[in-house]
């Protein structure tokens, strides 16, 4: 495994990274936005969850559909259409609020929109990144994305809350131009990033309908035959439906106790801090520790830093417990995420991508739903030791997987008898 001087040497990873650094830097700051903005539109605590599950649908509608084009098309291409889309989305609302003619309805259907552009851009970037480096370089390639997500987390909240504050079209705006940097930036990629060669044996013909759900249904089969990508697929959704439900319930505990957008910010700020420092220590843990333990203790760091929320939904606390659940979360990340696209072959990486991330994501629509919903009915607190009582439920189903458990360190990962991708004769794509 090659560490993060040897990485970077490699001109389009660098390329790449920084144009997505930039964009997820608005992307951010624009989801933490969301349901504030529909607040100081005069809509509900109801309509703000709305607004939140509207982009979150949006990347779960976009997903499966998007991981049989990545594998079709030039992923480049379409990595530039979402961006020069994202520009002109964000531009046009941050226009529609200078004018005070965005409603909430109007900021549901542009969240609605956001979220698709991710859902369709994030199995291309992964496929490119697939594309840009060697397998050796996955797993320090994948802690440095990991870098990158906190790093905008780090910046992106409260850089929002700060802008919501001024004017309440500045996020949006910074976010179009955020977007316009990735599309330059994506320009200068020299590796080729065209469609792969179909997978051996594979049928391309027929109606592009057909085509394309063959080619869904051709990647959930992987997904679903692995062990490992199965169990974390349905631990991934229900964390992703209790620990954002919890999250969301939190802030809007925050907001409703007279704290400012800016100083709710901070809170991310302070899980930023923590997975840069993951991130910066992930490829020397990974390269030395069974994935799969990484993996088991991520799903438990999402239950016990949490508890004192129960209590004391201050920003102060919510800080501490957030970078406390944030610290082994890119190192986790990073080791499983490396470890399936190296199992993954080229012809269905943007497949397999998107089968996991749309079971993944699956729940998030529900997240704000639920917390929002609980936090009308039963307060703050009940509220959130319920989804406190779920974050355990998905630590308890990773931690009982004997499959998860096993995952060897990167260097035993192709190896013969190393663990479920063995056990199951799932190919295991060559050295690149």
Same mark, same amino acid.
């Given at each position: 495994?090659?560490?993060?001087r040897?990485?970077?040497?490699?001109?389009? @990873?660098t390329?790449?990274?920084?144009?997505?650094?930039?964009?997820?830097?608005?992307?951010?700051?624009?989801?933490?936005?969301?349901?504030?903005?529909?607040?100081?539109?005069?809509?509900?605590?109801?309509?703000?969850?709305?607004?939140?599950?509207?982009?979150?649908?949006?990347i779960?509608?976009?997903?499966?559909?998007?991981?049989?084009?990545?594998?079709?098309?030039?992923?480049?291409?379409?990595?530039r259409?979402?961006?020069?889309?994202? @520009?002109?989305?964000?531009?046009?609302?941050?226009?529609?609020?200078?004018?005070?003619?965005?409603?909430?309805?109007?900021?549901?259907?542009?969240?609605?929109?956001?979220?698709?552009?991710?859902?369709?851009?994030?199995?291309?970037?992964?496929?490119?990144?697939?594309?840009?480096?060697?397998?050796?370089?996955?797993?320090?390639?994948?802690?440095?994305?990991?870098?990158?997500?906190?790093?905008?987390?780090?910046?992106?909240?409260?850089?929002?809350?700060?802008?919501?504050?001024?004017?309440?079209?500045?996020?949006?705006?910074?976010?179009?131009?955020?977007?316009?940097?990735? @599309?330059?930036?994506?320009g200068?990629?020299?590796?080729?990033?065209?469609?792969?060669?179909?997978?051996?044996?594979?049928?391309?013909?027929?109606?592009?309908?057909r085509?394309?759900?063959?080619?869904?249904?051709?990647?959930?089969?992987?997904?679903?035959?692995?062990?490992?990508?199965?169990l974390?697929?349905?631990?991934?959704?229900?964390?992703?439906?209790?620990?954002?439900?919890?999250? @969301?319930?939190?802030?809007?505990?925050?907001?409703?106790?007279?704290?400012?957008?800016?100083a709710?910010?901070?809170?991310?700020?302070?899980?930023?801090?923590?997975?840069?420092?993951?991130?910066a220590?992930?490829?020397?843990?990974?390269?030395?520790?069974?994935?799969?333990?990484?993996?088991?203790?991520?799903?438990?760091?999402?239950?016990?830093?949490?508890?004192?929320?129960?209590?004391?939904?201050?920003?102060?606390?919510?800080?501490?417990?957030?970078?406390?659940?944030?610290?082994?979360?890119?190192i986790?990340?990073?080791?499983?995420?490396?470890?399936?696209?190296?199992?993954?072959?080229?012809?269905?990486?943007?497949?397999?991508?998107?089968?996991?991330?749309?079971?993944?994501?699956?729940?998030?629509?529900?997240?704000?739903?639920?917390?929002g919903?609980?936090?009308?009915?039963?307060?703050?607190?009940?509220?959130t030791?319920?989804?406190?009582?779920?974050?355990?439920?998905?630590?308890?189903?990773?931690?009982?997987?004997?499959?998860?458990?096993?995952?060897?360190?990167?260097?035993?990962?192709?190896?013969?008898?190393?663990?479920?991708?063995?056990?199951?004769?799932?190919?295991?794509?060559?050295?690149?």
């Open positions: 495994m090659t560490g993060y040897d990485l970077a040497r490699n001109r389009d @990873f390329v790449l990274w920084i144009g997505e650094t930039v964009s997820e830097l608005g992307a951010r700051m624009s989801a933490f936005v969301y349901p504030l903005l529909a607040l100081a539109l005069g809509g509900s605590i109801g309509t703000a969850a709305l607004v939140q599950a509207a982009y979150f649908g949006g779960v509608l976009a997903l499966l559909p998007a991981g049989a084009l990545v594998d079709r098309l030039h992923r480049g291409r379409v990595l259409t979402v961006s020069a889309t994202g @520009f002109l989305l964000y531009a046009g609302m941050a226009a529609a609020l200078t004018l005070d003619g965005l409603s909430p309805t109007a900021l549901g259907v542009g969240a609605l929109i956001a979220g698709v552009c991710t859902g369709i851009y994030e199995p291309a970037q992964i496929s490119a990144v697939r594309s840009v480096v060697t397998t050796a370089q996955l797993p320090t390639a994948l802690a440095q994305n990991q870098a990158r997500g906190h790093a905008a987390e780090l910046a992106g909240a409260p850089l929002g809350g700060l802008l919501l504050t001024v004017h309440r079209a500045l996020p949006f705006a910074v976010d179009a131009a955020t977007y316009l940097v990735s @599309f330059v930036m994506l200068r990629i020299r590796t080729d990033l065209s469609a792969p060669a179909p997978a051996p044996g594979e049928d391309r013909g027929g109606h592009v309908l085509r394309m759900g063959r080619d869904v249904a051709t990647g959930a089969r992987f997904v679903v035959r692995h062990p490992v990508m199965r974390l697929a349905c631990w991934s959704a229900l964390s992703n439906l209790v620990v954002n439900g919890l999250l @969301f319930v939190v802030v809007l505990r925050m907001a409703a106790d007279g704290h400012s957008p800016a709710i910010g901070l809170v991310a700020t302070a899980a930023g801090v923590a997975g840069l420092v993951g991130a220590l992930a490829p020397w843990v990974i390269e030395r520790t069974p994935t799969g333990l990484l993996t088991v203790a991520v799903g438990w760091s999402v239950v016990l830093p949490l508890v004192p929320l129960v209590w004391w939904a201050e920003p102060a606390v919510a800080a501490t417990c957030l970078g406390a659940l944030v610290l082994l979360n890119p986790g990340n990073a080791g499983i995420g490396a470890y399936r696209i190296a199992i993954t072959p080229d012809a269905l990486q943007g497949r397999v991508n998107a089968t996991t991330a749309f079971l993944a994501w699956s729940t998030m629509p529900l997240a704000p739903l639920v917390g919903l609980l936090l009308e009915v039963y307060g703050g607190p009940v509220a030791a319920a989804l406190l009582a779920g974050c355990l439920a998905a630590a308890l189903l990773v931690t009982s997987s004997r499959h998860v458990r096993r995952v060897p360190r990167p260097a035993a990962w192709a190896a013969p008898g190393a663990g479920p991708a063995h056990d199951q004769g799932v190919p295991v794509s060559p050295a690149r």
